[in-house]
């Protein structure tokens, strides 16, 4: 038994951009007839002046945007769960995480600030409904949406992963968690801080560089290459094994390093010609 409790995970992963290739709230504006930049617009707006978590930007809209509010029903949120493209494979990354990797079970959870109607919506069939986190709202009985009961968003997440974590009686340290932006960084710092591993599935700067690992990939199964490699320790050979079993070839598996650098020019004194000796001042530290 204590073996088996050894080898038990919490995997929790975000909805937007992370198992699909487009955002939630793109798709919605564009079915009730708001146009995309508009939504853009004002997402970015509540941004940059930080008036709710980031990743919340949509739950704000919908619940305060005159526009947003007039227009969207709770209906308009499970249509918008079946045309969202989502990423391959993801009933088999479910079925090989709760069962298929000898020795290791995980529980697989989906954490995001999107609605939770727009997921449960998108997933339907492959992710149980009840591991499915997302914001959640009060209906009127029209449909219109009258309050937020739960935003899953910045330190919310943080607060539902720990509760997940409680419930399912696992170590900090035997948490996985893979997003895509910078409305992860809060949970992977806290499940990093904790000795838990996190992926990054893109390039965004803030994220990748707080991430563990960090895969590109078309295909959802791709975050069980850093999970086989540093969870549970197979080689190249055997992950490829794997996949095969289950009718996957991975064609190209490049492994590169991203530097992120800005550099500006150097602050000289106006008598310094260019190239000459930085003076030093007393107790600054120069390199040369």
Request: proline content about 3%; glycine content about 8%; charged content about 25%.
């Amino acid at each position: 038994m204590a073996d088996n409790l050894l080898k038990r995970y919490l995997f929790a992963s975000d909805f937007d951009q992370t198992l699909t290739f487009n955002d939630s709230g793109y798709v919605l504006a564009e079915l009730v007839g708001i146009p995309t930049a508009e939504f853009e617009r004002k997402a970015k707006g509540m941004a940059k002046l930080n008036l709710v978590q980031q990743g919340a930007e949509l739950a704000y809209l919908l619940l305060h945007d005159p526009e947003f509010r007039a227009r969207v029903r709770k209906e308009h949120l499970h249509e918008v769960g079946q045309r969202i493209r989502l990423k391959e494979n993801i009933a088999l990354l479910y079925r090989v995480l709760n069962e298929g990797i000898d020795g290791y079970q995980f529980e697989f959870y989906v954490l995001s600030a999107a609605p939770v109607e727009v997921i449960q919506s998108a997933l339907e069939g492959m992710v149980p409904a009840d591991h499915i986190y997302g914001t959640e709202f009060r209906y009127t009985a029209g449909g219109e949406i009258e309050s937020i009961v739960r935003a899953t968003a910045g330190y919310g997440k943080v607060a539902v992963l720990d509760q997940l974590q409680a419930e399912l009686q696992i170590g900090p340290d035997h948490i996985v968690y893979s997003g895509d932006g910078s409305s992860d960084v809060h949970v992977m710092l806290h499940v990093n801080a904790r000795d838990g591993f996190t992926i990054a599935v893109s390039e965004a700067k803030l994220v990748s560089q707080v991430a563990s690992r960090t895969v590109l990939s078309r295909s959802a199964v791709a975050v069980l290459v850093p999970i086989f490699e540093d969870i549970v320790h197979w080689d190249r050979l055997r992950i490829r094994q794997f996949f095969e079993s289950y009718g996957l070839l991975i064609q190209e598996w490049d492994r590169v390093r991203t530097d992120w650098l800005t550099l500006r020019p150097a602050l000289v004194d106006a008598g310094s010609a260019p190239g000459s000796p930085v003076k030093k001042v007393p107790g600054d530290l120069t390199l040369q």
